[in-house]
């Protein structure tokens, strides 16, 4: 039997991977005003097209779900030429890439939004702590609106739209990011959801949000190119799951059947999610292990797959510097560290002007990295 490793290739739905290693999602706010991403993203996602599978930065689907200023959108026109660029640039480098949608929920500011909105969440529970603003400033998080049924059903639809908005700009798929506290995450945790209709109250109430929107882009685009993230248990802006187990059981059991493309699950020390889920999840998973601490290391990586528990695994902190960062696994180069200055500035610096460790950009010298046999 072959070994499993980072390196070996994979067959996910209909994309072949030359490796299993996924650039996880990282907002960057690199896009204008206007939720347009900035020419420099396409050069960003083109140097990592080394990737397995490339997701991007969160991006929400309508300014409805607008969390930040200067995030991207993928709800207009521009918004879709501006993603066609990108998603051209990582394929003419032989890559492969989703788009994240996310959702903000209560997460936003009306003075981080495009529309000026309050927020609309599942319950009017604003986030403990002070949220980002326009022009790097921070404000105290507003009391968001609880959503009525009928902005529930709008936001199922905008998902949809969006969905349909990426496979028109070109991308492979796209992942519904129910994790680390945003939309989808809000409905599932009991701190942010307090609602005593249909989608609240009972663990069925809790996990009909997140059914209702995989079910309503699956339709759209197909499962073939929906992947989920989910983040169970996670404390991040103040999410609180005191048994996240029975939840997120129950809508792993619920999706079962649903052939997605994939599911991509964060572990961390408060629920061992992976091991705790995995005999629930038939389809790819894609493990991500560095919620709680340090960037997650090659040899960290290898040790899920080892395990047996992941098909793929997730890296983020490790791309930010290091755009050939499967290269440099494959040669054991040292890796580069990032510069926090620059990490959610707007330009290129800090951002699309790292050089690979070997003077030339994966993209260009991939084929000669695919491993020959498995
Ligand atoms: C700068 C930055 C931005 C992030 N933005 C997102 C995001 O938009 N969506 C998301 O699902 N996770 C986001 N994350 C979490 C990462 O996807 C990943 O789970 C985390 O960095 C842990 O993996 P690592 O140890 O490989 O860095 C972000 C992380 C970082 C460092």
Redesign the pocket.
């Known amino acids: 039997m072959t070994e499993t490793t980072l390196l070996s290739p994979y067959s996910l739905s209909v994309l072949d991977l030359p490796n299993r290693v996924v650039m996880?999602?990282?907002?960057?706010y690199r896009a204008a005003e206007d939720g347009t991403p900035l020419p420099h993203v396409a050069d960003y996602y083109a140097q990592r097209a080394g990737a397995g599978l490339i997701v991007t930065?969160?991006i929400w689907p309508s300014s409805r779900g607008q969390s930040g200023w200067r995030i991207p959108g993928l709800e207009t026109a521009a918004h879709i030429e501006g993603w066609r660029a990108v998603t051209e640039a990582v394929h003419a480098a032989g890559g492969r890439i989703y788009a994240?949608l996310?959702h903000g929920g209560r997460q936003g500011h009306p003075l981080s939004r495009i529309d000026g909105d309050v927020p609309r969440g599942p319950s009017a529970v604003p986030e403990p702590s002070p949220v980002h603003i326009r022009d790097g400033g921070k404000a105290d998080a507003v009391v968001p609106l609880a959503m009525t049924v009928q902005d529930i059903r709008q936001a199922v639809a905008d998902y949809a739209q969006a969905a349909r908005n990426a496979v028109e700009a070109g991308f492979d798929g796209v992942e519904l990011?129910g994790?680390?506290s945003y939309l989808i995450h809000q409905f599932l945790a009991d701190n942010t959801n307090h609602r005593t209709d249909e989608y609240g109250g009972s663990v069925e109430g809790r996990i009909r949000f997140a059914l209702e929107v995989v079910a309503a882009v699956v339709e759209a685009v197909g499962p073939e190119r929906t992947g989920l993230?989910l983040s169970p248990g996670n404390p991040q802006f103040g999410m609180v799951e005191h048994d996240p187990a029975p939840v997120y059981r129950a809508l792993l059991d619920a999706l079962d059947g649903t052939p997605l493309a994939y599911l991509h699950l964060?572990d961390n020390d408060r629920y061992p999610a992976l091991a705790d889920l995995r005999p629930r999840w038939r389809g790819p998973l894609v493990a991500?292990v560095?919620?709680n601490g340090d960037?997650?290391t090659r040899e960290a990586g290898e040790a899920v797959l080892a395990s047996g528990v992941a098909d793929l695994v997730?890296?983020?902190?490790?791309f930010l510097a290091n755009p050939d960062l499967v290269d440099r696994f494959a040669t054991g180069a040292p890796l580069s560290a990032f510069d926090e200055k620059h990490?959610y500035t707007h330009g290129a610096q800090g951002y699309s002007d790292y050089p690979p460790a070997s003077g030339s950009y994966p993209s260009e010298s991939a084929s000669a990295l695919e491993p020959a046999s498995v």
């Open positions: 996880a999602p990282m907002t960057r930065e969160g994240q996310m990011h994790a680390n993230r964060t991500n560095g919620e960037p997650t997730s890296y983020g902190r490790s990490l």
